[in-house]
């Protein structure tokens, strides 16, 4: 199986365990559902596989990489880069992002896998703004978002990264963004699938095209609209 953030592998007991709690969670509903996701945070960390997505945990979240490991970064060592096609190139320091004019909203977070988060409290800077301040040339056309795990990209259209609910995400529940949540600093798309909202967000690259992410190469949809 994977490999935890620690180096420790997710064991064939964890997983028999997972199905045979799943099968409760089906059977005795959303209470103790809830429960079984409190019970089952630390194997969720350990899980960079995706597999806790299978297992009906109620409404919560599920923390995955495609990477397994990924090396936290602070206000000391964070940056963001927006580079490309642009005649303004930046770089924001964690301090930058946090001075600037700030978005609030609640929405229900929606994974393609199917599992949701409702109501959680988004707090960022518009990406719109980002992209205005950088200013794109004639020739742009999508954007793409690049994540420090070194291996994770996902692509939005320019008009769709300039959508009033895509911001770079600075906080959520009136806290920092975790780093288990893709923190310091994240996307957060709120009509497009999760697999869009990039974690651990470190360039915002403006290209000529429209060319599939990650997970778009592997079969999602490349415009990842919820409901579509």
């Given at each position: ?13 964890v997983v028999l365990g997972l199905f045979g709690l799943g099968a409760v969670g089906i059977v005795t ?199 579509e």
């Open positions: 199986m994977g490999a935890d953030p620690d180096g420790a592998p997710v064991g064939r007991r509903g959303s209470k103790i559902q809830g429960g079984l996701s409190e019970l089952l945070a630390p194997v969720q960390l350990r899980d960079p596989t995706g597999f806790t997505a299978l297992v009906p945990l109620g409404n919560t979240w599920r923390y995955y990489s495609v990477t397994g490991s990924v090396t936290p970064r602070d206000a000391t060592s964070y940056a963001l880069t927006v580079s490309g096609l642009v005649d303004r190139p930046t770089t924001y320091r964690l301090a930058d992002l946090e001075a600037l004019p700030q978005t609030a909203f609640t929405d229900t977070f929606q994974c393609v896998t199917g599992w949701h988060v409702p109501d959680v409290p988004w707090t960022g800077v518009r990406l719109a703004g980002l992209l205005d301040a950088a200013a794109p040339t004639a020739e742009a056309v999508g954007v793409r978002f690049h994540s420090f795990d070194g291996t994770y990209s996902v692509n939005m259209t320019l008009d769709q990264a300039r959508a009033d609910d895509v911001i770079v995400a600075l906080s959520m529940y009136g806290a920092p963004v975790t780093h288990d949540h893709g923190g310091p600093v994240r996307i957060y798309s709120g009509s497009m699938y999760g697999y869009k909202s990039t974690k651990w967000l470190s360039e915002i690259e403006v290209t000529p095209n429209n060319e599939p992410g990650y997970w778009e190469d592997r079969g999602y949809p490349l415009d990842g609209f919820i409901g």
